[in-house]
Structure formats: C-alpha cells, structure tokens
C-alpha cells in the first residue's frame, strides 16, 4: 500500500482564519479524496482532486469553503476558508487506484475557536 | 441516493468468540466492498477488501458477499481485546467514480 503523509496531524484555528493541510503519496495514484469526519459520525466525501484540472464535489461542499489543488499524481492539499466553529472536525485524504482498495492519510484534527 | 447500511451496535462479545458484523447497501451495480477498522482518534485501516460473491479469508477474518441480497459481512474469529475499534463497512457503487460510500460503523467492544 501507498505511504501517505498528511499534514499538519492537529491544529488549533481562530474563526475566520484559513487552514491548508497537505497530503504527500511516496507514488503515483490514480485518486485522490478528501474526507471530514464530525466527532462520533463516519466519514463524508468531500470532494475528489482531479489531477490538473478542478475538483469534483459533493453535495454540500463548494469549491469557495474548500479549495483543493492537485497539480501532479502525489500530492493534494486542501484548504479550509473563513472558518468557523462548525468547521471542527477531522479531515482525512485518501488515495486509490481505481476500484481497488483505498488507503488513508492519518488525518489532521482540526479545532476552530 | 446510494446507502450503506450497518447495525450501530455496540457489539459486545467475550474474549475467543466469533464477532459478526453485517452490511447492507442499496445499489446493485456496486463493484467493491470494504471493510476498514478504526480505532479512536486514528484514521481508517483497510482490513479486507471484497470483489465477488462469496467468502474470502485472510487469517482470522472472513468477509462474505452475496449480491443478489445486496449484503457484505465481516466474520472475527477468536476476538482479541485488541480488536475492540469501529469497523466501516464502504462500497464503491457503480457510476460514482470510484468514491466511497461508508456507513455508519459498528462499535465492537471484545471483553476479557
């Protein structure tokens, strides 16, 4: 499986400030996601980084809230904009290879005071 | 709206039992099924992965799928306390792109 760096692990933000975490595979993958997950719930789809070209998002999400660049097949980041209390949560990336198995960055926690 | 369906538990089994968790999920062009362990305050972990009908077994897991019941089920041997986590069940269902869709998760709780 790919090895993924997501940083920063955990930061702590003031409301209406920005946060941009990155996510770095050590190879080559076809696709790249971007997760939340609110505390006690599963995970929801944030949006899909398409390599060169703008993301694709869920329902829910829009490209002005959560930037996503891709600009090569190893690395993505994901920015959180104007952020507010509500936006506390873990974020995770995660990459795959087609219909094959999915594997996940170790997530960065976080916290909008 | 494509879904995927877990028992929320909490499952609570002794120490060398048989854990069963199910999975149910509404599309039937789904392709691939997943089953991911979390433990709290980690990221997911992939710990089987599923393509056709039937059972696959990789040490003391078993997933099963049987897609004519649009059902997916994860099978623990021997619990360990070390298994107590929540278990994703995903699927990637036709069309979408090779995007997951998770359910809800069961919380295992495996007592000494």
């Known amino acids: 499986s790919a090895v993924i760096s997501q940083k920063p692990s955990r930061d702590i933000c003031q409301r209406g400030t920005s946060l941009t975490i990155q996510c770095q595979v050590d190879?080559?993958?076809?696709?790249m996601f971007w997760y939340r997950q609110q505390p006690g719930q599963s995970l929801t789809l944030i949006a899909t980084a398409n390599q060169g070209s703008e993301a694709t998002y869920e329902s829910g999400f829009v490209i002005d809230k959560f930037p996503i660049s891709r600009p090569n097949l190893t690395f993505s980041t994901l920015t959180v904009s104007n952020m507010s209390p509500e936006d506390s949560s873990i974020y995770l990336c995660s990459v795959s290879q087609g219909a094959r198995e999915a594997f996940f960055g170790q997530g960065t926690r976080l916290t909008v005071v | 709206q494509k879904e995927v369906e877990q028992n929320s538990g909490p499952l609570s089994v002794p120490e060398g039992a048989i854990a069963s968790l199910n999975c149910t999920y509404s599309?039937?062009?789904?392709?691939?099924f997943f089953w991911y362990r979390q433990y709290s305050g980690k990221s997911p972990e992939l710990i089987m992965s599923?393509?056709?009908?039937g059972d696959k077994e990789d040490g003391r897991f078993t997933a099963q799928l049987n897609k004519a019941s649009q059902y997916v089920s994860l099978l623990i041997r021997d619990s360990q306390p070390s298994d107590s986590a929540t278990y994703l069940c995903a699927v990637i269902s036709g069309g979408s792109n090779y995007k997951l869709t998770f359910g809800k998760g069961t919380l295992l709780t495996v007592n000494p």
């Open positions: 599923i393509y056709s009908n």
């Open positions: 190879s080559q993958v076809t696709m």
């Open positions: 599309d039937r062009g789904s392709q691939s």
